[in-house]
């Protein structure tokens, strides 16, 4: 049984950055993807960002594309989410999630294990 608890979140000025972190236990790290997901209040939970196993292929939502960088280390059991440049529509909790497949997917109904999730929001 994988562990996840996120840290990070709190509240950020559009234009602003900020790290999410991941901190996973209870399992191997380096067998799992590991993926960000965001679910803003009334919406659905979307994807965000996964990076596989090994860390040597990553893939973004088109709506972060080029502001949000994911990577892991493996040393630490952590993955992280660099945000930069974040607008109000970034305001969302942020859940972690963890997958036994190589590279993850975009669809949150196949993920294995989920953290609870850190606030992030941004104001104007």
């Known amino acids: 049984q994988v562990q996840l608890v996120e840290s990070g979140g709190g509240l950020g000025q559009a234009g602003a950055s900020l790290r999410l972190s991941c901190a996973a236990s209870?399992?191997?790290?380096?067998?799992?993807?590991m993926g960000w997901f965001r679910q803003a209040p009334g919406k659905e939970r979307e994807f965000v960002a996964a990076?596989?196993?090994?860390?040597?292929?990553?893939y973004y939502a088109d709506s972060v594309k080029g502001r949000f960088t994911i990577s892991r280390d493996t040393a630490k059991n952590t993955v992280y989410l660099q945000m930069n440049s974040l607008k109000t529509e970034d305001t969302a909790v942020y859940h972690c999630?963890?997958?036994?497949?190589?590279?993850?997917?975009?669809?949150?109904?196949?993920?294995?294990?989920w953290g609870q999730g850190t606030l992030v929001t941004v104001a104007s």
């Open positions: 990076i596989s196993r090994t860390g040597g292929t990553k």
């Open positions: 999630a963890a997958d036994q497949s190589p590279n993850g997917s975009r669809d949150s109904g196949l993920w294995d294990y």
């Open positions: 209870g399992g191997t790290f380096s067998a799992y993807a």
